[in-house]
């Protein structure tokens, strides 16, 4: 199989899966108990005026034609009205993707960074108590939910030390056209932060298990024959090798981080998808509930794609399988 | 002249229980020396080649001496211990499917040998590794140094390996069953590359097989192991003619096939010795 084909099918694959989560969101969402048009006039309303209600929020098409119009003006970056305050959707959530968007994205990127060392010095020192102390402390940081090391980092730096914001959000570049980098970095630190620590902690133990492996492998043993020291042989020709298995990990782990964000906005009050999404199911509003997750869902499609396409990158045996 | 290696009462144990596997050997190679150590799987070979590289696993404890041209060697912090390896001694290793690097091509894995020891251009490391790959018998070796090692075959791997070992000409080369994963055209195809470039180099080397016969093409010398202990050791025609040691004789029946008449049962090792059960 050569590369272009390798991308093509892994672009039809994803294409495949969007159709198929847009399907499964649309019908999950529209069987939920629970009518808009009830919600909305309350339960004492008069049938009459709940099922003109319906009518003009096109509750009363079928189904299929709902989903294909919802589908047809997602593509064309419509996401439809809300049908409680009649706002454009996709205006309500645009400026939000950015918020969580941030979130999750610093959070993927220095999860890594945390527990690349602190795995390889939890495998290489595994007999010792640094390795000992390095599985410790995963361990503690994975049982600890996200909520609740926000919560404790709020009382410690906001609440005790007042180092740092308890909530809110400020834009990199305010409404002015004003640089604000500080303060958007200091709101973001201590949410980013309870999203880390559990990230970091699953992901130690994978880097963990990576690098335990490579310490056992014969190219390990031929690197240090020729010179290197463990440390730097590990470097040199274990990571990339470890690489393979925990970028799996960190693509898978994106949809779990997804979750913690969407609870994180609501401990920090920052105004991204997920308060957004949480106040939609609250009051009904299932075009707004619709498009976040088809947004959620379409992210982490993109990040599981780009994971595949990475193993290209990462493992020359994948590029050509057909020459051995 | 001095030995190159000279190995004391090297002991080696292993775990928390310090479970011995080496019990106090002791043996010299001179320079210019080729010395087979044999003997079956698990008689501690490999774990005495290791101890010499300081390759052991962190688990592993080391007493004796290992003296590498007069510099004892036990006792040493892996990073004192690292500038030597590839650089004085060098080994081969036994599985060449698994001693690559599988994401990194060849090349780059023979000059980092190269560039780890000497401070040379990438330019003129890239030529010498061509050259060195040349040398091992590897025809088009420009392709090959491009190559990752799952585009290449067993044999051709284990001639990378022998690059990587040989590249930066030390004084001693280690070959721990360089032959044995090879199928046995290859086998001899590589056993006479070895001998050919240890000659070139002027390396000595302790090589290490359960196959006298193999020990046979390449050493002057042998070293017999059983169950961590030398039990024999001489020079091949002493091997051959005047083993004293019954583990001995039957590893010198089993390798001389030709003195069996046809139609009559092949010798084990076992028609000659068999391990007493130890409680």
Not at chain 1, 26 to 55: C, E, Q, W
Request: with cysteine; net charge neutral; glycine share 8%.
């Amino acid at each position: 199989m050569n590369l272009g084909r390798t991308v093509a099918v892994r672009l039809l694959v994803f294409a495949a899966s969007l159709f198929v989560a847009s399907m499964a969101i649309f019908l999950v969402v529209n069987a939920l108990p629970g009518d808009v048009a009830t919600a909305i006039l309350g339960f004492g309303a008069d049938p009459a005026s709940v099922a003109g209600l319906r009518v003009r929020l096109g509750l009363d098409r079928p189904l299929l034609v709902r989903y294909l119009s919802w589908v047809g003006g997602m593509a064309s970056g419509d996401m439809g009205r809300s049908y409680l305050t009649n706002e454009s959707v996709t205006a309500l959530v645009a400026p939000r993707i950015a918020v969580t968007a941030w979130l999750v994205a610093f959070s993927m990127l220095i999860a890594p960074l945390v527990a690349l060392p602190v795995g390889m010095v939890a495998a290489v020192k595994r007999r010792s108590w640094q390795g000992a102390a390095a599985s410790t402390v995963s361990q503690i940081g994975l049982s600890i939910p996200a909520f609740y090391a926000g919560i404790l980092l709020v009382i410690v730096f906001a609440v005790g030390l007042r180092w740092l914001p308890a909530n809110g959000y400020t834009d990199l570049v305010d409404a002015h056209g004003q640089w604000r980098p500080v303060a958007f970095v200091q709101h973001l630190v201590l949410p980013v932060t309870s999203l880390v620590i559990v990230q970091a902690s699953v992901l130690t133990r994978y880097v963990r298990s990576a690098f335990v492996e490579v310490l056992s492998e014969d190219y390990f043993r031929t690197a240090r024959a020729v010179g290197w020291t463990r440390w730097r042989a590990l470097w040199r020709h274990g990571v990339r090798n470890a690489a393979i298995s925990v970028v799996t990990v960190i693509g898978l782990q994106l949809a779990t981080l997804l979750v913690g964000a969407i609870v994180v906005e609501q401990v920090f009050r920052l105004p991204g998808l997920g308060t957004a999404l949480l106040s939609a199911v609250a009051n009904r509003d299932l075009i707004v509930v619709q498009g976040i997750v088809m947004i959620l869902v379409f992210a982490v499609l993109v990040i599981n794609l780009l994971t595949d396409l990475s193993y290209l990158l990462i493992d020359p045996r994948l590029r050509n399988r057909d020459a051995r | 002249m001095s030995p190159l290696l000279e190995v004391t009462d090297l002991r080696v144990a292993f775990g928390r229980s310090h479970r011995e596997v080496v019990h106090g050997i002791s043996f010299a190679l001179e320079p210019g020396e080729r010395l087979g150590l044999i003997g079956e799987s698990g008689s501690g070979k490999t774990v005495t080649a290791l101890a010499v590289m300081g390759l052991l696993a962190e688990n592993a404890y080391v007493s004796g001496s290992v003296r590498v041209g007069g510099r004892e060697l036990v006792g040493l912090r892996d990073r004192d211990l690292a500038p030597l390896r590839g650089q004085a001694m060098s080994m081969v290793f036994q599985e060449p499917m698994t001693a690559l690097d599988p994401t990194m091509p060849v090349g780059r894995q023979v000059a980092e040998v190269l560039l780890l020891h000497q401070h040379l251009g990438h330019g003129v490391a890239r030529g010498r590794v061509i050259e060195v790959l040349a040398e091992v018998g590897l025809e088009d070796p420009e392709r090959v140094a491009d190559a990752y090692p799952h585009a290449l075959s067993g044999g051709q791997r284990q001639r990378v390996v022998v690059a990587m070992a040989l590249i930066n000409r030390p004084d001693l080369v280690i070959c721990d069953e360089p032959t044995t994963a090879l199928d046995v055209t290859v086998q001899a195809k590589v056993l006479n590359l070895l001998d050919a470039e240890l000659d070139a180099v002027g390396a000595s080397c302790l090589f290490i097989s359960h196959d006298l016969a193999v020990v046979s093409q390449l050493c002057e010398r042998v070293l017999v192991m059983l169950d961590g202990d030398i039990v024999e050791q001489g020079s091949l025609a002493q091997i051959f003619n005047s083993a004293t040691h019954p583990y001995t004789r039957g590893l010198v029946a089993t390798a001389r096939l030709d003195a069996v008449e046809p139609g009559e049962r092949l010798p084990t090792v076992e028609d000659y010795y068999q391990r007493q059960v130890r409680r």
